[in-house]
């Protein structure tokens, strides 16, 4: 048995330390949702919602989000038509939270490391405020797709784009990179 430890130990160290950065920031995030009440809207989620409208209003001035009084959402509207809410499922926190672990689990130097977390994590944002934008122009103009576009293409799209920095992150950067370029 100890002969399959050492020879898996890379494995198991890369297994252990990604699950114990998604856990622990898990946590921390969940503690950071736990600091809103009930009904009321995260500031991560509230900040994607506007920054989402802010794109909107760049091609439709007739774009807006409202604040539901009822659930904590925001409610898009497109050419003043109700088109999409964004939930607190909706700010990629948790797409954050996995390309973190994975990066982590893969580390390299430390500044390297911080580097591409920052930069990484920013991408990821402004890519899921673009993704919203353009899922909800078109769920107005073809809201019987609207089944596909967030249940399969949009999510498609996001996880791709997180597949495709980790493999930079490995290829390039990480502890692992092939050293001649």
């Avoid at 774009?63 to 959402?73: D, F, L, Q, V």
């Avoid at 673009?130 to 576009?149: C, D, G, H, N, T």
Wanted: net charge positive; hydrophobic share 50%.
């Amino acid at each position: 048995m100890k002969k399959y430890f050492i020879l898996y130990k890379p494995f198991l160290i890369f297994l252990g330390t990604f699950f114990l950065t998604y856990i622990v920031l898990t946590f921390l995030y969940q503690r950071f949702l736990n600091g809103f009440e009930e009904n009321q809207i995260d500031s991560v989620t509230r900040m994607v919602s506007e920054n989402t409208e802010q794109v909107l209003q760049l091609f439709n001035d007739e774009s807006s989000i409202e604040e539901s009084t009822a659930s904590p959402y925001m409610k898009l509207f497109y050419n003043q038509k109700y088109v999409a809410r964004i939930v607190e499922g909706c700010n990629a926190i948790s797409v954050i939270i996995l390309f973190i672990s994975f990066v982590v689990a893969f580390s390299g130097k430390l500044l390297t490391t911080l580097l591409f977390i920052f930069g990484g994590s920013l991408f990821i944002y402004v890519l899921n405020v673009l993704r919203i934008a353009v899922l909800s122009a078109l769920i107005f103009y073809f809201p019987k797709q609207e089944p596909f576009l967030h249940g399969v293409l949009f999510p498609l799209y996001i996880y791709s784009l997180v597949f495709v920095l980790w493999l930079i992150w490995v290829r390039k950067f990480s502890r692992y990179a092939s050293k001649d370029s």
